[in-house]
């Protein structure tokens, strides 16, 4: 059988073979042209049944050819036996028969190891006529998942009989597509049968058949078939099919050999331009040829980026694009896949929050704390998600804005200015500019961002990802430290004990004057409770005695396992969809909830372990984190009345730093390859940003842009991929599921995990940490800069057959890379020093 690729039946007769490129001897395609120029071409035929088509077939044959009416008959007595198809069974019901009723000789039901072809009337076993409507076996059938809707089948009987003198050939088409009863393996409807059956002298009938079965499978033929309105346009179509051949040298390969599928199909546009573009099928391999085209791809062609000329024209335009989506962005999210993105996106952000919510809370003496952090990022998120034009976009803090109010800060407390106030007028004047840049249509300048810019970008950020998940778990080293000087020869000596002598000292002093002498007995206490806890003796005043006191196991050593467990695990898993275990759907899941099946299963060593490592803490209070402050923010009284004025000088730092990093991520979303339908809103979503900045400024709360690496991660998570793809071929990718329900529930979570401190406390941070790490490491691989990092350690002859390598001499692609690694590295300086200020300019 044949879809796309090539499968047999392996001796036994128990499996298909694995897909494979058929491989056509060249001399069978000239035979296969004669049996076309010379035998029965049925075009158009009007038939409803296999019998009827039978008999025009023969009755049809040209005169010098015609068969005595004998072998007619006998011939239509053959081609109308029932075929014996190939059983599909499942795997239990294989090993039951293995088990109970094992095949000896060749009993009723056993496979046989010959061709049903070639059988004949006079078998041992007699054989029905093919039923006029489909059998169960057909119909239960479960290889008709793997085939496309709309499909059809095409019929190929070739064999050799004994009672022909020459060789009879046919080729039918039908007019209409009719279901021909049990004729096929699948119960599907039929237009094209090709007949060849001659005498047992010639053997080449069963390859000339692979070759009529393979021009049927090639798009382009099926074209000229379709279209063909006399014997020489099939001929016609034939030559070309052989134009386009590649002949292998038979002493360069192995002729048994089976070439696996590739993992990417050529388009047939590229084979052909003489159709128009809108008449090429669409199979998988023409999406993924597209897709090929497209990766490369930015938005800068499209409407969206456009400047209509006029005040608010492109956010306008936005309005308009998006609101005929709005009711489906909610509709569109009810698939189970939708509820593995709503978790595992959660658990990345609440340790996001909780990782900025701490920096934070150093830089500014816990002006902005980790509750402040949790409340920002569920309003601020919540608000982007239901008014946005790309709510897959996840709002979050970044580094870069980190570093600003480190900065900002240290430039208060020197000038003593009052912080939250200085910092409110920052945030107005930033929403303003925002609203200016909104206003005079300035998003269209994304049209000019290169890969260059966008892999810079993501690179750095997706390596702060990975540099800080690193940094949180090599910091553990200090909170619980790794006992280098422990001896295991001097594990005798070890004690720690609890003493409370220093509670009993006045009465010792007592009892000395009272008593004289003084009695030896009373220097102890005369009741020190036994087996006191550590917690116990500590909180009894007393204090620790021995050289183990300071014991501590080691929670480092089982962090970094869960840390790299929980990393390996999702990295894993995620690649499960494509292993060859278990059934397609299995996979999917598997790999939908993967990073929640690799924190659940990390979750449970840790507590099968029941080490103290450490967990996530979630405030469970709502009051600031700084007591001095209130909730609001009053813009004056504390600093004097420039500082409103002087406070649009920085602003404009912020604003850059606010665009860029808002609008690169943008860009990075809305790529055509992750083929997105429902179309951008660069500039509705610069505004809300901008509007929440009043907000977040009022109320003290941190400020909020794009993350990169989460909003990717989020893109990742909502993946589709095609239910039926043809065997051997990769399941073919949809788009992304567009909607703003997922987004929506993580932040509603954010929001509702102030009141979940007691489950989130049993998360340990580590397994948080490594969910980091497999972000940036997801987001590093996902850009061509770690490809082309990869072949500047990759000899010549070892490197992959990369497209841009055909076209390109490797020195231009090394030079591109070091530079595009130079101004990585300039910038990663300049974010790490107090010069971080002028990033955004850099970039």
């Known amino acids: 059988r044949w879809i796309k690729f090539e499968e047999k039946v392996e001796d036994g007769g128990e499996r298909w073979s694995a897909p494979h490129v058929p491989a056509l001897p060249l001399h069978s395609l000239f035979q296969l042209r004669t049996c076309l120029q010379k035998g029965t071409v049925l075009l158009d035929l009007d038939a409803t049944s296999f019998k009827e088509i039978i008999d025009k077939a023969l009755s049809g044959q040209p005169e010098e050819g015609a068969l005595q009416p004998a072998l007619r008959e006998r011939l239509a007595a053959l081609l109308l036996l029932q075929p014996q198809h190939q059983p599909t069974k499942s795997l239990l019901q294989l090993l039951a028969e293995l088990g109970l009723s094992p095949c000896r000789g060749r009993k009723r039901g056993c496979p046989t190891r010959h061709p049903p072809a070639a059988s004949s009337p006079g078998q041992s076993e007699p054989r029905t006529q093919i039923s006029k409507t489909p059998l169960k076996e057909q119909l239960r059938n479960r290889f008709k998942k793997k085939v496309l809707p709309g499909a059809e089948a095409a019929h190929v009987a070739v064999g050799e009989v004994e009672f022909l003198e020459k060789p009879f050939a046919a080729f039918i088409r039908l007019r209409c597509a009719v279901s021909l009863g049990s004729l096929a393996e699948v119960s599907l409807p039929s237009r094209f049968l090709f007949i060849l059956l001659g005498p047992p002298k010639v053997k080449a009938y069963y390859e000339v058949g692979r070759a009529m079965a393979t021009l049927l499978s090639d798009e382009l033929f099926q074209r000229v078939a379709r279209q063909a309105e006399h014997r020489e346009d099939l001929t016609a179509g034939i030559e070309a099919f052989l134009d386009e051949l590649i002949v292998l040298p038979p002493g360069k390969w192995d002729p048994s050999a089976r070439i696996p599928p590739p993992s990417r199909l050529p388009s047939p546009r590229r084979r052909t331009t003489v159709d128009p573009l809108d008449q090429q099928p669409r199979g998988n391999g023409d999406m993924t040829a597209a897709g090929d085209r497209a990766s490369a791809g930015h938005p800068r062609s499209g409407e969206e980026l456009e400047r209509t000329g006029r005040l608010f024209g492109g956010l306008l335009r936005d309005i308009r694009r998006k609101a005929p989506w709005y009711g489906s962005d909610f509709s569109d999210a009810l698939h189970p896949q939708c509820l593995s993105a709503v978790l595992y996106i959660y658990l990345a952000t609440v340790t996001n929050a909780i990782t900025f919510g701490g920096m934070l809370g150093d830089a500014t003496a816990n002006m902005q704390g980790v509750l402040e952090s949790f409340l920002g ?360 599921r567009e909607q703003r329900l997922t987004g929506l529930a993580v932040f509603i979570l954010m929001g509702v995990s102030v009141f979940m401190a007691p489950v989130l406390k049993h998360i340990p941070m580590p397994v948080l940490y490594g969910v980091f790490l497999h972000m940036g490491v997801t987001a590093l691989n996902s850009i061509q800069l770690t490809d082309r990092v990869r072949l500047l350690l990759t000899p010549a002859k070892h490197q992959p057959d990369l497209a841009y390598l055909r076209h390109v001499p490797l020195r231009r692609v090394h030079l591109f890379t070091v530079i595009q690694l130079l101004c990585l590295a300039l910038l990663w300086v300049l974010k790490s020093t107090v010069a971080a200020i002028i990033f955004p300019v850099m970039v």
């Open 377 to 736: 990022t569920a309003f601020a998120g919540f608000v982007f998600c239901l008014f946005s034009g790309q709510p897959l976009t996840i709002l979050s803090s970044t580094g870069p804005v980190l570093v600003f109010e480190r900065l900002l800060f240290s430039f208060s407390q020197d000038h003593s200015l009052d912080y939250l106030e200085f910092r409110l007028w920052i945030g107005l004047w930033v929403a303003f500019f925002g609203v200016v840049l909104v206003a005079t249509e300035a998003s269209h300048l994304v049209r000019y961002f290169t890969r260059f810019t966008e892999e810079g970008f993501c690179a750095l950020i997706s390596l702060i990802f990975i540099y800080d998940s690193l940094k949180k778990m090599l910091s553990l080293a200090d909170a619980f430290p790794i006992n280098w000087q422990y001896r295991l020869d001097n594990v005798t000596s070890y004690s720690c004990t609890c003493n409370l002598r220093r509670l009993f000292n006045p009465i010792l002093t007592c009892l000395s004057t009272l008593h004289h002498p003084p009695v030896l007995s009373i220097q102890s206490p005369p009741a020190i409770p036994a087996g006191l806890s550590r917690t116990q003796c500590l909180d009894q005043g007393g204090h620790l005695l021995g050289t183990s006191c300071q014991y501590v196991p080691d929670v480092t050593l089982i962090s970094f396992l869960l840390f790299g467990g929980t990393f390996l695990f999702c990295t894993a898993l995620k690649r499960f969809r494509s292993s060859c275990y278990f059934p397609v759907g299995v996979r999917k899941l598997v790999s939908d909830f993967a990073v929640i099946l690799a924190i659940l299963a990390s979750c449970a060593v840790d507590a099968v372990l029941g080490l103290e490592t450490p967990k996530l803490l979630v405030p469970s209070e709502l009051k600031p984190t700084n007591p001095a402050r209130g909730w609001i923010v009053f813009p004056f009284g504390a600093n004097p009345w420039w500082v409103c004025l002087v406070s649009a000088v920085p602003a404009v730092l912020v604003t850059i730093l606010i665009f860029m990093d808002q609008q690169i991520t943008a860009v990075i979303l809305n790529r055509r390859e992750y083929k997105l339908q429902k179309g951008a809103g660069f500039h509705l979503d610069l505004l809300c940003v901008s509007l929440l900045m009043v907000v977040t400024s009022v109320t003290g709360l941190p400020w909020y842009v794009s993350a990169t690496v989460i909003s990717l991660a989020h893109m990742e998570s909502l993946r589709k991929e095609g239910a039926t793809s043809a065997p051997g071929e990769h399941p073919e990718f949809l788009g992304i």
